[in-house]
Nanobody
Framework: QVYFVESGGGLVHPGGSLRVSCATS????????MAWYRQAPGKQRELVAL???????EYADLVKGRFTISRDNAKNMGSLQMNSLKSEDTAVYYC????????WGQGTQVTVSS
């Protein structure tokens, strides 16, 4: 059964950096496009960034130039490096496959506040 476990969230000041990570089970991980999503209070979950098995990346306009998605197919892991964080980046961050989502993990809380 596929699972996703997110980690690395926390409290950071505006302008700061944070790196969140995702571990998943070994279900032919490299064959799937992996993505990071986030959900802020009172808002719908939104796509933040995605990376194909071969390494092609795409980003939401709101994070382009600030966030970098990566993956390690050998370790079945992914990560999202977030720089120049803003208060509007505050959300619970989740990883999952794209476009078809499997069961969601617990996510990791990222809070950007002074």
């Amino acid at each position: 059964q596929v699972y996703f476990v997110e980690s690395g969230g926390g409290l950071v000041h505006p302008g700061g950096s944070l790196r969140v990570s995702c571990a998943t089970s070994g279900i032919a991980f490299k064959q799937y496009t992996m993505a990071w999503y986030r959900q802020a209070p009172g808002k719908q979950r939104e796509l933040v960034a995605l990376i194909t098995g071969s390494g092609h990346t795409e980003y939401a306009d709101l994070v382009k130039g600030r966030f970098t998605i990566s993956r390690d197919n050998a370790k079945n892991m992914g990560s999202l490096q977030m720089n120049s964080l803003k208060s509007e980046d505050t959300a619970v961050y989740y990883c999952n496959f794209y476009p078809s989502n499997l069961r969601w993990g617990q996510g990791t809380q990222v809070t950007v506040s002074s």
